[in-house]
Each structure stands twice: as C-alpha cells, then as structure tokens.
C-alpha cells in the first residue's frame, strides 16, 4: 500500500499548515490530477469532488499544526508533525510513503522515499496536494469571517501586499504565527 504526502501553508504569516496522506491504487490514473498549485480553485475542488468519490473512507486523511504549534517547534517540525497526523489516520496503514519535497522526519515502521516536485510527477503526491491545499484554503475562508480586513478571502494567509498591509494597521491576530516576520508591505503612492 503506497500513500502520497504533500502539505500546504508552510509559507504563510497566519493559520495552520496543513498536511494530506492518500492511499493510492496501483495503477489508478485521474485525468488533469496534477500539482495543485498549477490548477485554479475550482478545478481543485473538482478533483477534490472526484477523488472523495473515488477513495472511500479512510483512505485519505488530513492532519494540521497550529499557528500556536508552529510557534512553539518552527515550520519544519510542524509540518512534520501534520503529515505525521495524516499518515497516522489512514486506514489500513500503508507500506511505503511518497513524500513531496526533500525532507522528511520517518514515520515508525513505514518506509519512505522524497521526491522534489513529486506533487507533479506522482498522481499519489498530487492528490494528496489537492486535498490538503483544498482543506487549508476551507479553513482561511472561515478565519475571513472572523477577520475580513486581512484579505485571507484573496491571499488565503500567504504575505501578499495587501496582508502585510493590513498588518501593519491592525497587528496580528490569533490565526498569526507570532514566529514569523514578515517585510512591510510597499506601497507605491500615485500623487
């Protein structure tokens, strides 16, 4: 049993990272599954609707850190420990992880291997993408609801001008990772 891992969020000044574990069949191909961050929203949400259909329950997880936990043990170990949690939600457990990128922390008893921009080349990796940057995306629109004026809406938590701008005026809220610093937004002024 072979599972694809790939997170989303690392880079962002708010909310959690979250990660995505998918046990994949050999030999299934879905058309157009590719690396999520090459797809529009709603062509991620589509694949996500296809592959809730096409994996039953328990063969895809997700598992997050907080913004709190990012703080507490840095971006890396947190997003270990997401995937971590994803993996340890599968049912059955897999044989062998495929992980994006080029680090990971071993998971006991499962062999792994990393694969830098595997989330293009292993459609395992790449659902895994789907379901994590789907689910992180989920979660920043309901943070919008509690704190519009950060844009999480548009920039879902990553340090685009706008964020950091609102930053600057409000100072971070609860969803901030107290851990990061971010550049002050540069605004260009038309007189």
Request: proline share 5%.
């Given at each position: 049993m072979l599972a694809g891992v790939d997170e989303a969020g690392r880079g962002c000044l708010a909310g959690p990272v979250?990660?995505?574990?998918?046990?994949?069949?050999?030999?299934q191909e879905v058309p157009g599954l590719t690396d999520s961050k090459k797809l529009s929203e709603a062509q991620r949400e589509k694949l996500r609707t296809t592959l809730e259909k096409l994996l039953p329950d328990g063969q895809w997880a997700v598992g997050m850190a907080s913004a709190e936990e990012i703080d507490a043990m840095n971006i890396l170990?947190?997003?270990?420990?997401a995937m971590h949690r994803a993996i340890a939600a599968l049912q059955p457990a897999p044989d062998h992880l495929l992980i994006d990128g080029n680090r990971f922390k071993a998971f006991p008893g499962i062999s792994h291997q990393c694969e830098v921009k595997g989330d293009a080349r292993f459609q395992a990796i790449s659902a895994a993408s789907i379901f994590a940057k789907t689910e992180r995306d989920r979660l920043m629109l309901e943070g919008h609801s509690a704190y519009p004026h950060y844009g999480w809406d548009r920039n879902k938590g990553y340090p685009s001008v706008g964020h950091r701008q609102a930053?600057?005026?409000?100072g971070p809220c609860p969803w901030h990772r107290r851990s990061f610093t971010w550049k002050p937004a540069q605004l260009r002024l038309d007189l």
């Open positions: 979250v990660a995505a574990a998918v046990l994949w069949p050999v030999g170990q947190a997003t270990y420990l930053l600057e005026n409000h």
